[in-house]
């Protein structure tokens, strides 16, 4: 077997775990369980809660005391087992403690893929920029494939979708003990504590600018949890209502979700005509935009002769997820002296990923409890996605006015090379 395609197996098996559940799990918590909404906004921030210490802790035991690949099987191992315990947990209190565990084990080993299919390929002398994007892809692929999957199967409000992701689990945690080796250095070095966690890069919030950047980073990132907690829940309320109960985008959400990510594979294609055309900040604010339009196409739609707005805000959301994500590391990469570049890039998932889940998914669950349901206890949809939209619009014009960038064609072009 190539290099190339186990290393794709690798990517598909990567994000199809995560994609089993990640945008149903909002049906199986409200249609299965009934629980509240502020409840499900906590199970949410438990992957911004992993994503703040655990990539940096595991990056350490992958440099210095068990190879990534190594580690990377542990992990997903240990998931395997804690994804098969979910469907156990009778209180939701309990359900977040143990997502809590399976986030804390699963987030770090999307850094740890990347680190063993960087290792590979430079010890192989393949180009990593021209490489390794093809091999990525199929991660969105394997994404793509788990949603429809669980929705061809009709298991969307089921338990059965954690069981699916275990049994994927597994079958990397076996998979990855065969994949290359990567090594590890135990040589003693002079780098603090600080240093080794990446907590050195803070610093760079003493520039105003940079500051500013985080700050937003944080903000989008709660945008980010906004749409992958109330999507597919959203789609499924519609079966209470005759008219709509029989639909095809009713009977199989993830379906419809699922375009969101074949958008985002798509929209990377356009990332460099638009960066060297428009300029970092111009393509950061076409994100912000495209936010709004993405919950504001939500709020207007339905899945009957509404659907064509539903479908619509799924291919922006490839504008929204890609033009912020990706420009806003090569901005980083830009401003980021080289000491420090790889913990600044760690600063910007932490904000992300990090605080900024934390901040959309706990937030927005308790607001949408006190306000944005009706008597009955029914969501109130229309005016949630107006919610949303209003908040990133906000967050949009902020950028617009006080962060302040210069476009160079220049800039661009070094990112090429």
Not at 12 to 39: C, D, M, P, R, V
Not at 59 to 66: E, K, M, Q, T
Not at 156 to 183: H, I, R
């Amino acid at each position: 077997m190539s290099l190339k395609l186990r290393l794709t197996i690798m990517n598909f098996l990567q994000f199809f775990i995560w994609g089993a559940w990640l945008i149903t799990i909002g049906g199986y918590w409200f249609q299965n369980k009934g629980w509240s909404g502020a409840e499900f906004g906590a199970i949410f921030s438990t992957m911004g809660i992993a994503s703040i210490f655990m990539p940096a802790i595991s990056g350490i035991l992958a440099d210095r005391f068990i190879g990534a690949e190594k580690l990377l099987g542990i992990f997903h191992l240990i998931g395997a087992v804690i994804l098969c315990l979910l469907p156990e947990v009778a209180s939701p209190s309990m359900f977040f403690v143990v997502m809590l565990i399976n986030m804390i084990f699963y987030m770090p080993t999307i850094s740890l893929s990347i680190t063993v299919a960087y290792s590979a390929l430079q010890k192989n002398d393949m180009d990593i920029v021209k490489v390794y994007p093809p091999i990525r892809v199929w991660g969105t692929v394997g994404f793509i494939v788990a949603m429809w999957t669980v929705s061809l199967l009709k298991i969307e409000t089921s338990a059965a979708q954690f069981y699916v992701a275990a049994a994927a689990s597994a079958f990397l945690g076996v998979y990855a003990f065969f994949l290359p080796k990567c090594n590890t250095n135990n040589e003693h070095t002079d780098k603090s504590m600080i240093e080794a966690l990446g907590l050195d890069a803070f610093k760079l919030f003493k520039q105003r600018k940079m500051a500013l950047f985080f700050i937003f980073s944080m903000l989008l990132g709660a945008a980010l949890q906004l749409t992958n907690a109330y999507g597919d829940t959203f789609l499924h309320d519609f079966a209470k209502i005759d008219i709509y109960k029989d639909l095809l985008a009713v009977k199989y959400p993830a379906i419809i979700m699922s375009i969101s990510q074949v958008s985002e594979t798509l929209f990377i294609l356009a990332i460099p005509f638009f960066l060297k055309r428009f300029g970092i900040k111009n393509v950061m604010l076409m994100s912000m935009f495209a936010w709004v339009l993405r919950f504001g196409l939500f709020a207007i739609g339905d899945p009957g002769d509404g659907l064509v707005w539903i479908i619509i805000s799924c291919i922006v959301y490839g504008m929204a997820f890609d033009f912020f994500n990706i420009s806003g590391s090569l901005y980083v990469e830009s401003q980021t002296d080289e000491k420090i570049r790889a913990s600044a890039q760690g600063l910007f998932m932490m904000m992300t990923n990090g605080f900024g889940a934390i901040l959309g998914s706990s937030v927005s669950g308790v607001m949408i409890d006190y306000f944005y349901k009706d008597e009955q206890g029914h969501f109130l949809w229309s005016e949630i996605w107006l919610a949303f939209a209003i908040y990133s619009l906000v967050v949009a014009i902020l950028f617009a006015i006080t962060f302040k960038h210069k476009h160079d064609p220049k800039e661009v072009e070094n990112f090429s090379h």
